[in-house]
């Protein structure tokens, strides 16, 4: 187990961005990590607002 809240909280947030990009639905995904729904959206939109800013880093590391 992890003893890092934060890192706990980026590792649901990339494990509910995971599941919705292989197609599983909101409902399907908070019973999986039986949670309510908005909050494993809320959790997926923070993995992939990560993610942009993580690739706007690097493109701009390019120039």
């Known amino acids: ?3 890092d809240p934060d ?3 980026r590792e ?3 494990l ?3 599941l919705r990009d292989r197609g ?3 409902t399907e995904i908070a019973h999986e990590l039986a ?3 908005a909050t494993v959206k809320r959790a997926a939109e923070q993995a992939h607002q990560r993610a942009a800013d993580r690739a706007a880093r690097d493109q701009i590391a390019l120039f």
Do not use: G
């Open 24 to 26: 599983h639905s909101w």
């Open 1 to 3: 187990m992890i003893d």
């Open 12 to 14: 649901l947030q990339e």
């Open 16 to 18: 509910a961005a995971d």
């Open 35 to 37: 949670l309510p729904e």
């Open 7 to 9: 890192a706990q909280d």
